[in-house]
């Protein structure tokens, strides 16, 4: 019996000691971070990959995660991990996460002038998508999947 209230203290603690740092967010087993600054969507996947080598853009799986990332935002813009680079109007996430979950704005996506591939969460009440060209500077918010 006390042998395995120690395994299962040993997992809790390994569990919390999961993220990089207390920077990072948890919620539903993965660990989130929020940037403090802005940068275009190439040098934001840069930045979170720097940050941990298994660390993405956000890919977001259902309207909850949606939300809790939308909450954690506040009024800002955030660029996530969804694009179409490879072919135009197909949408996939940056870490190869399974597409199963999108949450346009209405009249989007729209590929404003041919040039928006990246997507942002755009409307701070609903959280709802909005595609963007990947050179404009937002905050955004990277992923740790499963880690915490």
Same mark, same amino acid.
């Given at each position: 019996?006390?042998?395995?209230?120690?395994?299962?203290?040993?997992?809790?603690?390994?569990?919390?000691?999961?993220?990089?740092?207390?920077?990072?967010? $948890?919620?539903? %087993?993965?660990?989130?971070?929020?940037?403090?600054?802005?940068?275009?969507?190439?040098?934001?996947?840069?930045?979170?990959? $720097?940050?941990?080598?298994?660390?993405?853009?956000?890919?977001?799986?259902?309207?909850?995660?949606?939300?809790?990332?939308?909450?954690?935002? %506040?009024?800002?813009?955030?660029?996530?991990?969804?694009?179409?680079?490879?072919?135009?109007?197909?949408?996939?996430?940056s870490d190869n996460?399974?597409?199963?979950?999108?949450?346009?704005?209405p009249n989007q996506?729209?590929?404003?002038?041919?040039?928006?591939?990246?997507?942002?969460?755009?409307?701070?009440?609903? %959280?709802?998508?909005?595609?963007?060209?990947?050179?404009?500077?937002? $905050?955004?918010?990277?992923?740790? $999947? %499963?880690?915490?």
């Amino acid at each position: 019996m006390v042998l395995l209230a120690v395994v299962a203290a040993c997992l809790v603690t390994a569990a919390l000691a999961a993220c990089p740092s207390d920077q990072w967010l $948890t919620n539903d %087993g993965n660990c989130y971070w929020i940037s403090a600054y802005k940068a275009s969507w190439d040098n934001a996947r840069k930045a979170c990959q $720097t940050m941990d080598p298994a660390a993405d853009l956000t890919s977001i799986s259902h309207l909850l995660e949606n939300s809790f990332i939308v909450e954690k935002l %506040g009024a800002e813009y955030a660029w996530i991990g969804l694009n179409d680079h490879m072919h135009n109007r197909e949408f996939l996430w940056s870490d190869n996460s399974v597409v199963e979950f999108l949450y346009w704005a209405p009249n989007q996506p729209d590929n404003l002038l041919f040039k928006q591939h990246c997507v942002q969460i755009y409307d701070k009440l609903s %959280g709802e998508w909005d595609d963007e060209d990947c050179s404009v500077e937002k $905050t955004f918010v990277c992923k740790l $999947t %499963g880690a915490a």
